[in-house]
């Protein structure tokens, strides 16, 4: 997740996509693969398996 998390923190408050429209389309992909990577490491840190963090819920 750091190469994620220093990409977004990287782009700014000015930032403005080459394609909107594109990012549009992408972003519910983007936002599956987010809850998957914070269900991973929702796992690893509490040593839980099948269960998900409330954030993942919603």
């Known amino acids: ?4 998390e220093t990409r977004i923190l990287n782009l700014g408050p000015k930032f403005v ?10 972003l519910p992909k983007e936002i599956k693969q987010m809850k998957e990577k914070v269900a991973i490491a929702w796992r690893r840190e509490t040593k839980t398996v099948g269960c998900e963090p409330p954030i993942v819920e919603k």
């Open 1 to 4: 997740m750091k190469g994620i």
């Open 17 to 26: 996509p080459p394609a909107p429209q594109q990012v549009l389309k992408r």
